[in-house]
């Protein structure tokens, strides 16, 4: 599933190919994924709306639009974005949701196994109360981070998944930032000590903007917008490294499975 780094790097692509473009028609083809207010239509809705901005917030794609509403986009497990330019004829392959530019541009939306969503979401509407924290955000400071594992007895690594407390770190980051700062994933949260806790915060810091810069971690379909694969798969220091040598230490990295997530880590050197 794309986590921050990812869906940043699908956010900027597509900012760069859309911003400016306005929607001639927008094809629906599987009414699930496509979500709008009650009493809206998703497809009158979106005709002759201006793509205002594209962002992120979290794992959510946030496309603004000219009249004040929004489109988020959440592509959980396989849901893909795709612009596509006018001289392309095939539709792209799983392709649920089309919006089409009046430059005869298109954004596609597919999924393979269908757990993504579009949805619209009125000028005022909230839909991000229960976000946690922008980690990569002035808000995420050092000593925010420390008093939010106070009192907090679930292992370390399930706390950093919680989009609650923080906003676009899933399984990869968690297990890379906590190899990073040497810290057991199923150690209590509260139990983790104050250095500890500052070294963490400062790795997860540093794994998401190291992958970002590397456009993101393509272990398994993921691509960006333009349809090519990250590079941070080369730089993982623990996930999907079962039996390696640590990079620090030495020691064969362990596999477990923490919170029914698979949890990579090095016995040597996370204590
Ligand atoms: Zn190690």
Redesign the pocket.
Known sequence: MPELPEVETIARGLANAVVGKTIADAVVSMAKIAVAPPGVSFIEALRGERIAAVGRRGKFIVVQLGSGRRLTVHLRMTGRLIVQAPEVSEPHPYTHIRLTFTDGWRLCFADVRQFGRMRLLAAEEVWDADGGVEPLSEDFTSEAFVSMLDGRRTPIKTFLLDQKHISGVGNIYACEALWEAGIRPNRPAQKVTRPARRRLHGAIRDVLQRSIEARGTSVDDYVDAEGLKGGFQNQLSVYGRLGEP?N????PIMRTVLGQRGTWW?R???K
């Open positions: 640590c620090r230490c030495g020691q090095c040597g050197c996370q």
